[in-house]
Nanobody, 117 residues
Framework: QLQASGGGLVQAGGSLGLSCAAS??????????MGWYRQAPGKQRELVAA???????NYADSVKGRFTISRDNVKNTVFLQMNSLKPEDTAVYYC???????????WGQGTQVTVSS
């Protein structure tokens, strides 16, 4: 189960933070990557950022230098700090847990981020 929080409405240039707490017995026995995806109206869902259990991160080119992903391995929580937001960052943001070496993927419920110009 993934429970996301954060998001909302902000003006361009502003900042927002997202968090997502994951729970489930499989998390205690398997390595997993945590990440954030987003989907804007009329567009496909795309990867924003991901972080492996060892801390290796991966960012979409469009957010590099503006967004920072981090995770708390004790609480199984992933964070996304979004700075210098742009109107094109407007989307529904989904947290994701991908169990390593399996095809198992879990999704949060989605949270709206709206950046006004």
């Amino acid at each position: 189960q993934l429970q996301a929080s954060g998001g909302g409405l902000v003006q361009a240039g502003g900042s927002l933070g997202l968090s997502c707490a994951a729970s489930g017995s499989i998390l205690s026995s398997m390595s997993f990557t945590m990440g954030w995806y987003r989907q804007a109206p009329g567009k496909q869902r795309e990867l924003v950022a991901a972080i492996a259990s060892g801390g290796t991160t991966n960012y979409a080119d469009s957010v590099k230098g503006r967004f920072t992903i981090s995770r708390d391995n004790v609480k199984n929580t992933v964070f996304l700090q979004m700075n210098s937001l742009k109107p094109e960052d407007t989307a529904v943001y989904y947290c994701n847990v991908a169990i390593r070496l399996t095809a198992l993927n879990y999704w949060g419920q989605g949270t709206q981020v709206t950046v006004s110009s």
